[in-house]
Each structure stands twice: as structure tokens, then as C-alpha cells.
């Protein structure tokens, strides 16, 4: 793990989408969003970053995958020591 994270320092959906690609061995996007069970154009507007990886996104691909939510954050180039939750206020 050490490793991964020195190599993925930087923000990057593709390298994620990519190790995902590989993970699930699915040819392209388009097997990928049928194993993820989005549209093929959300998948394209990660790549082209005018959608960024969500936490829920984190979690579609945690559990289609198997992969940890920390691999997953380390592929993505996501160095954050952890998230910060929102405030819910009940009426």
C-alpha cells in the first residue's frame, strides 16, 4: 500500500477507472458502467473531470469490485486522512 500511494500522489479518475477496467476485466467504459450500474456518460464525465468521484460513486465501486474504500481513495489520488461529514439538522 505504501507503494500505491507514493505512485498515486496526484487527483486522477482515469488512473482509477482504468485500474478498474482492468480489475474487472471489462474491455472498455461502456463494460464498465454495465458492471457499475451507471449510465456509460457518467463514466465519461469522470474521465473528462467535469464529474468528480463522489463518495457514493467510492461505494458503487467498493462493492462491485471488492476493492477497499482505501485502495480505491489511493488509486484516485484522493490523500485526504479522512472525510469530513456534514451536518444534519431535524426539525
Known sequence: MEQLEQVT??????RLLDA??????????????KKLKVAKNVINSMRLGTMPVGASMLM?????????????????GDRRMKFRVGRIIAK
Open 9 to 14: 500522489s496526484t487527483y486522477n479518475p482515469n
Open 20 to 33: 478498474l477496467i482492468e480489475r474487472l476485466k471489462v474491455g472498455s467504459d461502456t463494460g464498465l458502467s
Open 60 to 76: 458503487w465501486m467498493h462493492e462491485a469490485t471488492g476493492i477497499s474504500m482505501a485502495e480505491l481513495r489511493a488509486l484516485l
